[in-house]
């Protein structure tokens, strides 16, 4: 479902499509058909998103074997028409497809970079609920980013590890892959008995037959893509429930569980604390995936279930489970507001540490990796409201987005920031927000005028003095 992305691709149609589309003179209710936009113009992923559609659900069923790395996938993509469609986009960036049809139609299709372009017949009217099923298979790719790292579908010496933050999720499903299009999903993944598949939501139904064993998984809350996981290999599995009632899957690399359960142990008591501050947890798990994927060395906040390369230090649990309220229920539109997850999530980080015992968050804020780093330093001509493709994920969304929130906090004072970054949650459950958004939630709770703060910490280059 489409929340923010809309307004932009209309705008791109009219720019790029509107002379194309068939007038139909004299017959005004008659379909005016038209390409929907092959992108949703974000300037750091201007291949992403596609428009003329709203995807409602994705329902993806493959074979994996560790053993060949060869995929065989069927998906199915439910979406809706916003606009009379004679073409449209998806992404996908995965292997070789054998068949894509339109509803029961076959369609043709054809492949450009990361575009997968599709014309249906017959068309689409606008409103109509339409299905996708493209089948697939091959060795779905390892896709790299801006800042060098890499996502997509990365093999461990067990299985795949799999994150999509920005960009991964089209290397193993055709989608429409923008924050800004969410979607509920299912995964039924077959793979040889003994490895173990874990995706986002609850596990449906987990059955074996022949020596292969089929999980299903399920997302029931809209998800956007870059948040979908699959990721498999040799787990030891635990399921245990918060003091508050959510329910707690854990996967851990055999080899990692000693290493590991230090976090894993906090993640109950993490994750009621931050219910506690920014409201109810937003989905009906919570949990952790713990794998040896050491050329990719970051963790990811894929929902319901975090993935971390390696053995995570409780703090990087704790930023985790907090982009589960900010981040994937509350999400960012456009990439350029990646401080709105981050700068949040990093904050979290801040209070849990202070609520159990260590630093305070002022102390946090202070020490020579935030406030006080030199004025000098290279750190503070990064924008954090537009830090740009390659440093989206580097200190600044981060550390200054954290810093944002702790100043913001002293600016209006504990009562209204409390109740801020809860209603934030609160309100743009399951949606997509933008730091404009922000600004001016922060005006009405506080009844200030903040333009010139938020102008000192957000938008403007160099070590703010006063704010
Ligand atoms: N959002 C992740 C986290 O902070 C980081 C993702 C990094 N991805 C990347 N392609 N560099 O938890
Ligand atoms: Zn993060």
Same mark, same amino acid.
């Not at 707690?248 to 994750?271: E, G, H």
């Not at 009844?447 to 938020?454: P, S, T």
């Given at each position: 479902? +489409?929340?923010?992305?809309?307004?932009?691709?209309?705008?791109?149609?009219?720019?790029?499509?509107?002379?194309?589309?068939?007038?139909?003179?004299?017959?005004?209710?008659?379909?005016?058909?038209?390409?929907?936009?092959?992108?949703?113009?974000?300037?750091?992923?201007?291949?992403?998103?596609?428009?003329?559609?709203?995807?409602? /659900?994705?329902?993806?069923?493959?074979?994996?074997?560790?053993?060949?790395?060869?995929?065989?996938?069927?998906?199915?993509?439910?979406?809706?028409?916003?606009?009379?469609?004679?073409?449209?986009?998806?992404?996908? +960036?995965?292997?070789?497809?054998?068949?894509? *049809?339109?509803?029961? /139609?076959?369609? $043709?299709?054809? +492949?450009?970079?990361?575009?997968?372009?599709?014309?249906?017949?017959?068309?689409?009217?606008?409103?109509?609920?339409?299905?996708?099923?493209?089948?697939?298979?091959?060795?779905?790719?390892?896709?790299?980013?801006?800042?060098?790292?890499?996502?997509?579908?990365?093999?461990?010496?067990?299985?795949?590890?799999?994150?999509?933050?920005?960009?991964? !999720?089209?290397?193993?499903?055709?989608?429409?892959?923008?924050?800004?299009?969410? @979607?509920?999903?299912? $995964? +039924?993944?077959?793979?040889?008995?003994?490895?173990?598949?874990?995706?986002?939501?609850?596990?449906?139904?987990?059955?074996?037959?022949?020596?292969?064993? *089929?999980?299903?998984?399920?997302?029931?809350?809209?998800?956007?893509?870059?948040?979908?996981?699959?990721?498999?290999?040799?787990?030891?599995?635990?399921?245990?429930?918060?003091?508050?009632?959510?329910?707690?899957?854990?996967?851990?690399?055999?080899?990692?569980?000693?290493?590991?359960?230090?976090?894993?142990?906090?993640?109950?008591?993490?994750?009621?604390?931050?219910?506690?501050?920014?409201?109810?947890?937003?989905?009906?798990?919570?949990?952790?995936?713990?794998?040896?994927?050491?050329?990719?060395?970051?963790?990811?906040?894929?929902?319901?279930?975090?993935?971390?390369?390696? !053995?995570?230090?409780?703090?990087?649990?704790? /930023?985790?489970?907090?982009?589960?309220?900010?981040?994937?229920?509350?999400?960012?539109?456009?990439?350029?507001?990646?401080?709105? %997850?981050?700068?949040? @999530?990093?904050?979290?980080?801040?209070?849990?540490?202070?609520?159990?015992?260590?630093?305070?968050?002022?102390?946090?804020?202070?020490?020579?990796?935030?406030?006080?780093?030199? !004025?000098?330093?290279?750190?503070?001509?990064?924008?954090?409201?537009?830090?740009?493709?390659?440093?989206?994920?580097?200190?600044?969304?981060? %550390?200054?987005?954290?810093?944002?929130?702790?100043a913001l906090?002293?600016k209006i004072g504990?009562?209204a920031?409390?109740?801020l970054?809860?209603?934030?949650?609160?309100?743009?459950?399951?949606?997509?927000?933008?730091?404009a958004?922000f600004i001016r939630a922060a005006e009405k709770v506080s009844g200030m005028d903040l333009k010139a703060f938020f102008d000192v910490w957000l938008f403007?280059?160099?070590?703010?003095?006063?704010w």
């Amino acid at each position: 479902a +489409r929340f923010g992305g809309a307004a932009l691709a209309a705008a791109l149609l009219t720019a790029t499509q509107a002379t194309t589309a068939l007038a139909a003179p004299g017959n005004p209710g008659a379909p005016r058909y038209s390409a929907g936009a092959p992108s949703l113009g974000d300037p750091y992923f201007p291949d992403q998103g596609n428009g003329g559609y709203d995807v409602r /659900h994705y329902d993806v069923t493959f074979t994996y074997d560790p053993a060949t790395k060869v995929m065989d996938a069927t998906t199915v993509i439910t979406a809706v028409a916003t606009q009379d469609l004679d073409q449209f986009d998806l992404d996908f +960036r995965g292997p070789q497809i054998t068949s894509l *049809t339109v509803g029961k /139609h076959p369609a $043709f299709y054809r +492949r450009d970079g990361q575009e997968l372009v599709v014309t249906p017949r017959p068309k689409l009217k606008t409103g109509e609920t339409f299905t996708v099923t493209v089948t697939y298979a091959g060795t779905p790719p390892v896709v790299t980013d801006p800042d060098g790292s890499i996502e997509g579908w990365v093999p461990t010496d067990d299985g795949a590890f799999v994150p999509g933050e920005p960009q991964g !999720a089209p290397a193993w499903l055709p989608a429409n892959d923008s924050p800004a299009d969410k @979607a509920t999903f299912t $995964f +039924r993944a077959t793979v040889p008995e003994g490895v173990t598949v874990v995706g986002n939501g609850r596990l449906a139904s987990k059955t074996t037959a022949n020596g292969k064993t *089929t999980f299903v998984w399920d997302s029931a809350e809209p998800m956007a893509t870059y948040l979908a996981t699959v990721t498999l290999g040799n787990f030891v599995v635990d399921e245990t429930t918060t003091p508050g009632g959510i329910p707690v899957y854990t996967a851990v690399d055999p080899r990692l569980v000693t290493q590991s359960a230090a976090a894993v142990a906090k993640i109950p008591d993490i994750v009621d604390y931050f219910s506690s501050i920014f409201g109810p947890y937003p989905f009906n798990q919570t949990g952790a995936i713990i794998d040896r994927a050491p050329d990719v060395g970051y963790a990811l906040e894929s929902q319901t279930k975090p993935i971390f390369s390696s !053995a995570p230090s409780v703090g990087t649990m704790a /930023h985790e489970l907090a982009h589960q309220w900010y981040g994937d229920s509350v999400s960012v539109g456009k990439w350029s507001d990646i401080w709105l %997850n981050e700068g949040f @999530a990093t904050y979290a980080t801040w209070l849990w540490t202070e609520h159990t015992g260590g630093a305070t968050a002022q102390q946090t804020f202070d020490s020579s990796s935030n406030y006080g780093r030199a !004025a000098t330093s290279s750190f503070w001509q990064v924008v954090t409201a537009d830090p740009g493709p390659e440093d989206m994920f580097g200190n600044v969304p981060y %550390n200054r987005g954290a810093m944002t929130l702790h100043a913001l906090r002293g600016k209006i004072g504990d009562a209204a920031f409390f109740t801020l970054i809860k209603d934030w949650a609160t309100t743009h459950r399951y949606g997509n927000a933008s730091t404009a958004d922000f600004i001016r939630a922060a005006e009405k709770v506080s009844g200030m005028d903040l333009k010139a703060f938020f102008d000192v910490w957000l938008f403007q280059k160099g070590k703010p003095a006063s704010w």
